[in-house]
């Protein structure tokens, strides 16, 4: 398909179609908290939508009321597989009276649309949808297959994605990766090649229980946790001196986000235990074994100077991601973001991690591009510019047409 094919295939969009679904996937509560009603419903009423298109869909329960879809479409062609992906759950909208509007109206003011998960990311998702019926619709030419992955529970562990990998959801039919996948997520329509890696983890600290008047008596845990959280301020400076500042991700973090002791709040008990929780954010340049074995250095010190026992629980792992800049999937995107932006691609990095960091880890080339601002995400009063949801439906179409016909 020549450039200009793309960029007409790209602007039979139907632009009310993009912005109508936005509208209708944000006012279905999808909020990942108990009580409420998870994403089964937005998954169903997907699903079905693109079993109506023509899709062969599947539908994998992976906790109850958690569902993860997968649509396929094959043009009968030998050639390259595409994933565009994009989550169905949104995190809490907290107190609604902090909102100017109601956070699931999907109203439209302004030039956008208003509600929780506009940005983060329903809009994107909507864009991906769309863009997928409109190249199933008009895209007689494509070669190979596009498969839309939906998975839940982004926002929390990721199991969506996990499920999907560990099911095979992003392979081929010859069982190799799947030759690139555009994440959706918000960042501005830049291309973010880049993305932190992300390890979560809980350290305890067991001393011996005493009263608070004979701290003698027993063996006090919190000052060991506090010299543990010095240490990271240490091990932090010493990873940014000997990394620098990364041009799309800036440095990588150490954070302390959680304390507690004991479990129960007597402030004259010297409890037996206290807790840590630590997020750490990282950049190429730095492996995640490496961070592992500083910190038990520091805790067996720790252990011998304060006699105490420690225990570090990791809770999650998810590696940093560098997509090479002359992968197929990469150069696909720069060239529709002159055909359907009129502009040369900007660059960015995602702060944070995505459901693409398991494909990546996969061996799944991955961009990560789609509408909305980068900062707006879990806020109140949260928005996506209409325009961007235009625009990022038919960078994901043009994008595609040129991938699946080279």
Known sequence: MTPLEARELALTVDADAVVHLAQMLVRMDSVAAPGRPFEEAIARFLAARLEVSGFTVTMTEVAPQRLNVVADWDSGRAGKLLILEGHTDVVTE??????????????????????????????????????????????????????????????????????????????????????????????????????????????????????????????????????????????????????????????????????????????????????????????????????????????????????????????DDRPWTQTAPDAAIVRSLEAACELVLGRPARYGGVPGTTDGTFLHKAGVPIVTVGPGDREIPHQVDEFVRVDELVSSARLYVAAAALFLTT
């Open 94 to 315: 907290g107190e609604r009276g902090a909102w100017t509007r109601d956070p699931f109206s999907g109203e439209i003011a302004d030039g956008a649309l208003h509600g929780r998960g506009s940005a983060d990311m329903k809009g994107g998702l909507a864009a991906a949808v769309i863009a997928a019926e409109t190249l199933k619709m008009y895209g007689s030419s494509l070669n190979g297959g596009l498969r839309l992955l939906i998975p839940c529970d982004e926002e929390g562990m990721m199991t969506g994605i996990k499920r999907m990998v560990a099911d095979g959801q992003h392979l081929r039919s010859d069982g190799s990766p799947a030759d690139g996948a555009i994440i959706c997520e918000p960042e501005e329509l830049e291309l973010c090649l880049f993305q932190r890696g992300g390890i979560r983890l809980r350290v305890t600290f067991t001393g011996v229980q005493a009263h608070g008047a004979m701290p003698y008596a027993g063996r006090n845990p919190i000052p060991a946790l506090a010299r543990f959280i010095l240490e990271l301020r240490v091990m932090q400076d010493a990873l940014q001196a000997r990394l620098g500042e990364h041009p799309m991700l800036g440095h990588a973090w150490i954070t302390p986000t959680v304390l507690e002791a004991g479990s129960w709040p007597q402030l004259n008990v010297m409890h037996a235990t206290a807790q840590v929780g630590v997020d750490i954010r990282t950049v190429p340049g730095v492996t995640h074994a490496e961070i592992y074995s500083s910190l038990h250095e520091i805790l067996a010190r720790l252990e011998t100077e304060e006699r105490v026992q420690t225990q570090l629980e990791v809770i």
